[in-house]
Structures are given as C-alpha cells and as structure tokens.
C-alpha cells in the first residue's frame, strides 16, 4: 500500500466511525449526551483497529530513512590521522609509538579538526584523505579543556562539511558516525541521539563536558571523527566511549559542533582558545538545594562562589543564586551551563536569567578572560615550551601597565618537567634571556638551540624583587 492509498484508507475509516456514530446516537440513545456516547464509540473504535488482525495488513512500517547522501558527504570529508611520537636517546631516535584516529575536513584549504588526544606529543601527523592522498600535517593549535586539535595540510580545494546546527538536534534523531575504527577507513554506522548536555568526567577540572551521546557504534581509532545528522550537516565530533575493555558496549559521545566550532575559529585566528569567564564556582541543583530555595524544578547552575571583580561579581549576582539560562538557552546542569558559557569570547555581553528569593531576575553582563580583562590573550604555542613543562603567554597591555614592565608570563609549569625541577613557578614574568631583553622570537630561539644552561631574569606579580633561574 502506498503512502496515497493509505491516507485514503485512514480517511474512510475515519467517516465510517462518525457515520456509526450519529446513527449510534439518533436510533439506540435516547436518553443520554452525544458527546459522552462519542468517547465510548470512539474508544471501541480505536481499540478494535489497534488490536484487531483484520486492520494489520493494511498499515506499513515508516518509510526507511536514507543514510547514503549524507554518508556520501560525510566520507569524502573524513581523514584518516597517524601520529609518530618518536624517543630520543643522545639526540638519536632510539624507537617510536604510533596511534591512529580520525579527523573532519572544516575548510577547502585543508583545515582539520580533529581530538587533541589523537596527536598530542606527535613528532609527525600524516594525514590520509579519502582518495587515499597523504599530506604530512600541521598542529596549528590544541585546547586541553575541549580535547579538540587543530590540523592544517598544505593543498586546497578539498570537500569539507558544513557546520549544522547542534542546539537543534532532538533526542531520538538520526545521526551517523564517520571515522577509520581499527585502521578500517571510512567506515559509516548509523544510532540515535540518545542523550544531550552529558558529562562523563573524561576531561580536567576546568574541561567543557556537555557532550552528545548517541548509540552509533564508534570504537578506537573513531576519535575526532564526524557525527552527522540525515542531511549530511556536522552536529559533533566523536570523542569517546564508556567500555570495560575499550571496545564498544552501546554508549559513544561527541562534543557539540557549536561548541566546537568556537574552538575552531579561535584556534585559526590566534593558535589558542580565547576563554570567556563569568567569575563564579557553580554546581547542579538537587533536590535538597530546589526545596530549599522554593524552586519548582531541579535544574539549574548553583552559584557557590563569586569571585571579586569578575563579570557575575560587577552585576551582583551572590552565592545561593542559580542561573537558568545564559541568552534564553536553558542551562538545567552545569554541563549546559560550560557549553553555553563555552560558546562565548571575552568583551561578549551575555543576558542571565536567575533564580534568587522565590522569584526569577534578568542580569546582562560583560564577559572577561582568566586574566580578568576583555583584551584577547596571545600564548606562545611552540611545542618546545610544552617540552620543557611551560606555558606561556604575552603580558597584555593592561598588565604591562600595572607591573610597568615588559615579558613574558609563566601560566603554568608541568609537574616533574624541567622548568619545575628549576623551581619556576606560575605567575612569573620572564624579562630576559641570556641576558636579552626577551622578545617572543628571542626565547623560541634559544630553547630551541641546544645551548645549554638557560638563564632567565625576571619577577613575580606583586613582588619588587628580581629572581633567576638556570635551566640544565
């Protein structure tokens, strides 16, 4: 039967019970409403077609949905990813490791996106498109809060796919995951969003877990590969599963493109993620926090700590405050609450709806970096800092004015690295190296020059005195 004579033959059905139920009405009740009558005929009705053998042959399954274009789409676009990490012993390469993921062309010119985890300490990515072409790649950028990378391969024209739209994505939709599973290339398989805004506690403390599970089969070797919807749209990246023996047991998860999608284009225009702080410490309402503040539902980012100066702290908002949405998108959990705050750059202005003494309020604020300032901030991302255990970045022009100085500032020093063995700590203001005035280029220059001992002159935030260091 098609989808014509069905509809023909539910709308006969439907005459035929209103039929029998005015004839019902007119020549068998006399005494009692037309209307109560109706829900009992209507009733018998429904339940003779629901469970009668006799209406069976005549309905149809749904149509089956058709993955092949957006398969098709999706796997021209899908790369195949091979991280070296080489050992070095006495400046000779003594052997090497190799691990293997997947990766999403995002731009005609050959930018990939891809999970930081699948190339993080690779001394060389070779990328494998599709028509089985290999480009050695580029590490253009990476954010540890995300587990996203940014790859670039020197060709152009190439197909990529365009960005959908994942706040849209409804549980229970289609979608299909796309990567090189075990070394097998482009391989499609097909779930359902079985839920959204999870966090699974697979990144750090400050980590944006709000991620989108499904139930499409991803196994190693997907990671940084595409989730699509039946258009062919890239709504995620396939990131991780829940598995005792690292295989798949029916639970995958992908970070939602329009977050992504920010890390993305941050990490083309300055090589780091630029991130927006709102300067509070939130948790998840319970129940036991909902009865106590009169809230009629469970949901939303219970404020524990306001930090001074910060954005929520400009516009009044006080611990026991309980934000319900950032820009009218409900942030009933944490996890929606990162992602939406995730989404964002400092100097955005941002609408909060609170929940505060049994009534909700409208808050609009002005959204700052981690240094508590609107300016963008620029790191240095050589990998030779990372292997000497440093993360560094440019003072910004407020900071210069408020040391009077020049430098570069330690944001932070890997535990057991070299730069902790010499005793830098965070908050450091390198001035000079080797007795030069630094300069970015200065200090990329002599890290990456095997000269060694290094010598750095500098200061601390908020200390007078002049402190150095020798690194071996």
């Known amino acids: 039967m098609n989808r014509k004579q069905f509809l ?38 429904e339940k003779e077609i629901q469970f009668s053998s006799r209406y069976k042959d005549r309905f149809i399954s749904s149509v089956p ?31 090497y490791a190799s691990t293997s993921g997947s990766g999403v062309i ?97 990144l750090e403390r400050t980590g944006i877990e709000s991620f989108i599970q499904t139930d499409a089969v991803v196994n190693r070797g997907n990671s940084g590969g595409a989730l699509v919807n039946t258009k062919g749209e890239l709504v995620g990246i396939n990131t991780a599963i829940i598995s005792e023996d690292g295989n ?16 993305i284009k941050d990490l083309m225009e300055y090589g780091v993620v ?29 404020i524990e700590m306001v930090y001074k100066d910060g954005a929520a702290d400009e516009v009044g908002l006080k611990r026991g405050d309980v934000i319900l949405s950032v820009n009218d998108k409900k942030t009933n959990s944490v996890a929606q609450f990162t992602e939406e705050l995730g989404k964002k750059r400092p100097g955005e202005k941002i609408s909060l709806r609170i929940f505060r003494n049994s009534k909700e309020i409208q808050v609009r604020t002005t959204l700052k970096n981690q240094i508590n300032t609107t300016e963008v901030v620029v790191f240095l991302k050589d990998k030779i800092f990372e292997n000497f255990g440093l993360e560094l970045r440019m003072l910004t022009d407020y900071e210069q004015n408020l040391c009077q100085c020049q430098g570069i500032y330690v944001s932070s020093v890997m535990q057991n690295s070299i730069a ?48 150095n260091y020798k690194i071996e």
């Open 8 to 45: 023909t033959f539910l709308l006969s059905n439907i005459v035929l019970v209103l039929v029998s139920l005015i004839i019902y009405h007119q020549y068998y009740v006399k005494d009692q409403t037309f209307d109560t009558e109706r829900i009992k005929a209507i009733a018998v009705a």
């Open 65 to 95: 949905t058709d993955f092949i274009n957006a398969a098709n789409l999706s796997r021209e676009s899908v790369v195949s990813i091979n991280s070296i990490i080489q050992n070095h012993s006495n400046n000779e390469v003594k052997n």
């Open 106 to 202: 995002v731009t005609k010119d050959g930018y990939i996106v891809t999970n930081r985890h699948v190339v993080e300490n690779a001394d060389r990515i070779t990328v494998i498109l599709n028509n089985q072409k290999e480009y050695l790649a580029e590490i253009k950028g990476m954010d540890s809060n995300t587990d996203l990378a940014l790859l670039k391969i020197p060709t152009d024209g190439l197909p990529y796919l365009v960005f959908g739209n994942s706040d849209s994505l409804q549980v229970g939709e289609w979608v299909l995951a796309v990567g090189n599973p075990f070394k097998l290339s482009s391989t499609v398989t097909a779930g359902i969003v079985s839920a959204k805004g999870r966090a699974i506690d697979l």
């Open 248 to 263: 798949y047991e029916g639970f995958s998860f992908a970070i939602p493109i329009n977050l992504a999608q920010k890390i």
């Open 274 to 302: 630029q991130r927006a702080w709102l300067g509070v410490e939130v948790s998840n309402v319970d129940n036991e926090i909902a009865e106590s503040l009169n809230m009629k539902q469970v949901a939303g980012a219970y």
């Open 420 to 467: 902790d063995k010499a005793n830098i700590e965070p908050g450091y203001i390198i001035q000079k190296v080797n007795g030069i005035n630094v300069t970015k280029e200065k200090m990329t220059e002599v890290f990456e020059r095997n000269d060694r001992p290094i010598h750095l002159e500098g200061k601390y935030e908020n200390y007078p005195d002049i402190y």
